[in-house]
T-cell receptor, first 111, second 115 residues
Framework: TQLLEQSPQFLSIQEGENLTVYCNSS?????LQWYRQEPGEGPVLLVT?????EVKKLKRLTFQFGDARKDSSLHITAAQPGDTGLYLC???????????FGTGTKLQVIP | DAGVIQSPRHEVTEMGQEVTLRCKPI?????LFWYRQTMMRGLELLIY????????DSGMPEDRFSAKMPNASFSTLKIQPSEPRDSAVYFC?????????????FGPGTRLTVT
């Protein structure tokens, strides 16, 4: 069974601070996704990374895929209250569009 | 285009009752997934379909759970009989093979409370 462990589980920071969320596994993935889920809604895809060492940027969010394709990180610069939510990583699970979701990081950005 | 539609949004039922959750995937999507989300266990895949055919139901907790997809635009997840431990948010998601690899579009979820 592929497991994706995310850290930290919970994070509460002040507006303007920087933060990094980690997603780790002992399994190799051909691709890894990051989703954000706001209260009362379903997860929404932020980015997909497919190449070891790949870095993608989405405004203030920077995503990196580990060289060995077993881990990933999400860095947020100058966090804003609108970044509040549950961040989930997900790795492909062997075909058929199936993915395994990580344990999640709940982020709260205080104005 | 409308996103994934789920109904009802909230369901409160008593232990032992039958519960049916409904999902309409995005038109043209050929994969449909049912997930359950709880604080303790996170987001768990229950079952998924490809072209209306169940591919993997290994995540279905037990025989009390069943899912069907009679056509490309409709799926149901049924719990009979329901138990308090089934209380969770149930999500339906759909995807298309020709899209971004493994990108899934989620519905708003059904919050189920079994008393």
């Amino acid at each position: 069974t592929q497991l994706l462990e995310q850290s930290p589980q919970f994070l509460s920071i002040q507006e303007g601070e920087n933060l990094t969320v980690y997603c780790n596994s002992s399994s190799v993935f051909s691709s890894l996704q990051w989703y954000r889920q706001e209260p009362g809604e379903g997860p929404v895809l932020l980015v997909t990374v497919v190449t070891g060492g790949e870095v993608k940027k989405l405004k203030r969010l920077t995503f990196q895929f580990g060289d060995a394709r077993k881990d990933s990180s999400l860095h947020i610069t100058a966090a804003q209250p609108g970044d509040t939510g549950l961040y989930l990583c997900a790795g492909d699970s062997g075909g058929y569009q199936k993915v395994t979701f990580g344990t999640g990081t709940k982020l709260q950005v205080i104005p | 285009d409308a996103g994934v539609i789920q109904s009802p949004r909230h369901e409160v039922t008593e232990m032992g009752q039958e519960v049916t959750l409904r999902c309409k995937p995005i038109s043209g999507h050929d994969y449909l997934f049912w997930y359950r989300q709880t604080m303790m266990r996170g987001l768990e895949l229950l079952i998924y379909f490809n072209n209306n055919v169940p591919i993997d139901d290994s995540g279905m907790p037990e025989d009390r759970f069943s899912a069907k997809m009679p056509n490309a635009s409709f799926s149901t997840l049924k719990i009979q009989p329901s138990e308090p431990r089934d209380s969770a948010v149930y999500f339906c998601a759909s995807s298309i093979l020709e899209g971004t690899p493994y990108e899934q579009y989620f519905g708003p979820g059904t919050r189920l409370t079994v008393t």
